[in-house]
């Protein structure tokens, strides 16, 4: 009985900027890493970033210097703040979360239904 539940898409012009939040619902004691995918409109879903319950964090090159992604472990949430916004950042952003620990069940992977960004003038 988990779920991640994403907010703060919408549509912001170039160089705007956005931040994205997923909190994981439930009896939850451990998430190792916590992340954030894209897909945009006929293109295949593709890594934004990442972090581990330490905090190490993993980008897309297309994103580093752009984007900030962190964690609240005490409320497991995962934020991602996206500024300079571009038109091709555009795309269904998801949340992902994994291996995750609930008080009975190990979950390899969950994700989010997804939050819509568009960058456009």
């Known amino acids: 009985q988990v779920q991640l539940v994403e907010s703060g898409g919408g549509l912001v012009q170039p160089g705007g900027s956005l931040r994205l939040s997923c909190a994981a619902s439930g009896r939850i004691a451990n998430i190792n890493t916590m992340g954030w995918y894209r897909q945009a409109p006929g293109k295949q879903r593709e890594l934004v970033a990442d972090?581990?319950?330490?905090?190490?964090?993993n980008y897309a090159d297309s994103v580093k210097g752009r984007f900030t992604i962190s964690r609240d472990n005490a409320k497991n949430t995962v934020y991602l703040q996206m500024n300079s916004l571009k038109p091709e950042d555009t795309a269904v952003y998801y949340c992902?979360?994994?291996?995750?620990?609930?008080?009975?069940?190990?979950?390899?992977?969950?994700w989010g239904q997804g939050t819509l960004v568009t960058v456009s003038s």
């Open positions: 992902n979360a994994g291996p995750l620990t609930t008080e009975f069940v190990r979950y390899r992977e969950l």
């Open positions: 972090i581990t319950s330490g905090g190490n964090t």
